[in-house]
């Protein structure tokens, strides 16, 4: 079994640089969330432990900076997180401009109609997106 490494992680230090205000999940009132309020605190902890404080923090700035900050929902982190660690996509200027041209709430709602895990079809839509079609042009050997 493979271990796994395990990060130390102040998630309420983090949020409030990225300017998210973390909230229990007996809290949540799917109507009417603001911008910039999480309700998935283990979520936002298992990203942080799992990948470190720094890719956290680029995961929360990436959401809340761009006009997708009412939706930092559970499967929006883990999608968003999830193409950040592919490696494809530089973590630049263009990356903000490119995520606030995406509405993340259609979809992740886009994605729950879809079959497998709502973070999974998000982060292949959103790597898409981000992309284009040279992700999956063929390379000549």
Aim: hydrophobic letters at 45%; proline letters at 4%.
């Amino acid at each position: 079994m493979l271990a796994r490494t395990v990060h130390p992680c102040d998630i309420h230090a983090i949020a409030r640089m990225c300017g998210v205000k973390l909230h229990d999940s007996f809290d949540n009132r799917s109507s009417g969330r603001k911008p910039g309020h999480c309700y998935c605190k283990p979520t936002v902890r298992a990203i942080g432990r799992r990948h470190g404080e720094q890719h956290l923090a680029m995961v929360l700035k990436v959401i809340n900076s761009t006009g997708n900050g009412h939706d930092l929902h559970a499967g929006t982190l883990q999608a968003v997180s999830a193409v950040l660690l592919t490696g494809d996509v530089e973590i630049n200027t263009e990356l903000f401009l490119a995520m606030d041209e995406i509405d993340l709430g259609k979809l992740r709602a886009a994605a729950k109609a879809l079959p497998g895990s709502t973070a999974d079809v998000m982060a292949g839509a959103l790597l898409a997106l981000l992309r284009g079609p040279a992700i999956a042009r063929r390379m000549a050997c």
